[in-house]
């Protein structure tokens, strides 16, 4: 199973998702947009199974809100890098 899969398994996309709506909420920086996530579509895994994911880095209906998120998304993803090294 690839890392990213696991975020949506356990639902922590979701965590990362509201605490950066959270945090944007107080950031000294505006942004101007809305917090409006995406929809989500339907993915074929290879276990034939299906799976609800957000379609190619698309998580918010907002393009600069959305790029932000990434950047928010890669931020977090490095510290539990440096955490797990650690």
């Known amino acids: 199973m690839k890392k990213g899969r696991k975020m949506y398994n356990n639902g922590e996309i979701y965590r990362v998702m509201d605490s950066f709506e959270k945090t944007l909420k107080v950031a000294p920086i505006y942004v101007g947009g809305t917090t409006d996530r995406a929809e989500m579509i339907e993915v074929s895994l290879n276990n034939g199974r299906t799976s609800t994911r957000f379609k190619t880095n698309n998580y918010y209906n907002d393009g ?3 790029r932000l998120f990434i950047m928010f998304l890669q931020g977090y ?3 539990k ?4 090294m650690s």
């Open 77 to 79: 993803s490095a510290g």
């Open 81 to 84: 890098c440096e955490e797990r």
């Open 64 to 66: 600069d809100v959305n």
